[in-house]
């Protein structure tokens, strides 16, 4: 029940987000960031969210048999942070032609798509950590927090009036880091 608050939370603050960026940056610059969205929703989960599942299911089963996280941790920090290395420097190597042809030259974009990659990384190793330790209301509030920290920024961005599109990619990429 508790994870399903956190991604209905989630849900409505993603829409909110696009909503929001939608009508604030106007159909380009709207249709570049989600661009970012989408690269961010398929490298991140697609490479990510393995690590989570791995680690949530060694971290419970040592803890069933009274054993700590720690071992689990070392080494999912390294295997995470190879990954992240690997997919930085594959997007370094094309950064040229994702900033040119996807992003339409907003090289904003692309260091907010590097930073996502982190984030989640981040973000994806703290989530198996926490349901490994069946701390379902601290996943709850993880997941409802990115999308809510994802949100604000933005409605503060269009209050403002702001209709560069760095500043929501940016917002998108911090997101699960803070």
């Known amino acids: 029940v508790a994870i399903t608050i956190g991604i209905v939370i989630s849900g409505v603050a993603a829409y909110g987000f696009l909503v929001i960026s939608g009508r604030a940056l106007g159909s380009k610059l709207y249709g570049d960031l989600s661009v ?13 969210m393995p690590l989570e599942q791995e680690v949530s299911r060694a971290i419970a089963a040592r803890r069933a048999k009274g054993l700590g996280a720690q071992p689990v941790l070392r080494r999912a920090i390294a295997l995470g942070a190879g990954m992240l290395g690997l997919l930085a420097i594959a997007s370094f190597v094309a950064a040229g032609p994702i900033t040119s042809r996807l992003f339409d030259h907003h090289s904003t974009l692309f260091v907010a798509f590097l930073i996502c990659l982190a984030s989640l990384y981040v973000g994806y190793l703290a989530r198996g950590y926490l349901s490994g330790n069946s701390r379902f209301g601290a996943y709850s509030v993880l997941v409802a ?7 604000l920024p933005v409605v503060a961005f269009s209050a403002l009036g702001w209709h ?11 997101a699960p880091l803070v």
């Open 164 to 174: 560069e599109v760095g500043p929501y990619g940016l917002a998108f990429g911090l």
């Open 36 to 48: 970012l969205w989408v690269l961010g929703f398929l490298a991140g989960p697609g490479v990510f």
């Open 145 to 151: 927090g990115e999308g809510v920290l994802r949100l």
